[in-house]
């Protein structure tokens, strides 16, 4: 209901023709995180030795909230429970994957180096590709410590704007098509997040995504459960 009403109501001060703008805008980013995810992602997968199909089993799950709900946060306790059952020990998970909540947003920088643009252009002002390397340096600096919750890059959007003089009037007609762009670079931010903890699982020289190793870890964490329960039932007598 919140994007048909900002839609209309963009269409109804602007015209039509608003529309298709944005449409662009929303497709480039969907192509430029694909493009980003085969050539510097996908190829870990090889590198490392991380079963692919493995890995998008257990954390699907995770990568579908995230998109449908547009925060990583909510995703969180699924995505270290996947990782956990891909064969990643707890220590490694709860200590990479919250770190790269904050330090690898790697769609988040993705969509404001293109709404910064986007931007620039709907307001007439031409970027030197000076500038443009510029803003790109200062949003891979500014997005570190970003919250994982909607609409959280906007406050950072903002002030990038500011600081390069470009018009915060833009970011009305963004919000119109926020909401469509979010759930894709959310869905990078978590895989990333997610292949960077499998990566690091790898260095350790841990073997991850086989048949053994989920089953190994399937085991520790029916121990855990088990463990916990038990000292529930000592605290309750």
């Known amino acids: 209901?919140?994007?048909?009403?900002?839609?209309?109501?963009?269409?109804?001060?602007?015209?039509?023709?608003?529309?298709?703008?944005?449409?662009?805008?929303?497709?480039?980013?969907?192509?430029?995180?694909?493009?980003?995810?085969?050539?510097?992602?996908?190829?870990?997968?090889?590198?490392?030795?991380?079963?692919f199909f493995a890995f998008i089993k257990e954390i699907k799950a995770g990568l579908i909230l995230a998109f449908a709900t547009t925060s990583s946060e909510s995703a969180y306790p699924m995505a270290m429970r996947a990782l956990e059952k891909f064969g990643i020990p707890r220590?490694?998970?709860?200590?990479?994957?919250?770190?790269g909540y904050s330090f690898n947003l790697d769609g988040s920088t993705l969509y404001l180096a293109l709404a910064s643009v986007f931007v620039?252009?709907?307001?007439?002002?031409?970027?030197?590709?000076?500038?443009?390397?510029?803003?790109?340096?200062?949003?891979?600096?500014?997005?570190?410590?970003?919250?994982?919750?909607?609409?959280?890059?906007?406050?950072?959007?903002?002030?990038?704007?500011?600081?390069?003089?470009?018009?915060?009037?833009g970011i009305a007609l963004i919000l119109a098509v926020d909401e469509f762009m979010d759930m894709a670079r959310t869905a990078v931010n978590l895989?990333?997040?997610?292949?960077?903890?499998?990566?690091?699982?790898?260095?350790?020289?841990?073997?991850?995504?086989?048949?053994?190793?989920m089953a190994a870890a399937e085991l520790s964490l029916a121990d855990v459960v088990e463990l916990r329960t038990h000292h529930a039932g000592e605290e309750s007598l």
């Open 91 to 99: 220590r490694i998970t709860s200590f990479v994957l919250p770190m």
């Open 191 to 213: 895989f990333g997040n997610c292949l960077a903890t499998a990566v690091v699982a790898r260095w350790e020289g841990i073997e991850i995504g086989t048949p053994a190793a």
């Open 120 to 169: 620039a252009q709907a307001a007439g002002i031409e970027l030197t590709l000076q500038t443009q390397i510029i803003m790109m340096l200062t949003l891979m600096l500014t997005t570190k410590g970003v919250a994982a919750v909607p609409r959280a890059s906007i406050v950072v959007l903002s002030a990038t704007l500011t600081t390069f003089g470009l018009p915060l009037e």
């Open 1 to 51: 209901f919140y994007l048909l009403k900002a839609n209309l109501g963009l269409i109804a001060e602007h015209g039509w023709q608003v529309i298709f703008p944005l449409l662009k805008l929303v497709g480039s980013l969907y192509f430029a995180l694909a493009v980003f995810v085969i050539t510097c992602l996908l190829p870990m997968f090889k590198i490392f030795k991380i079963p």
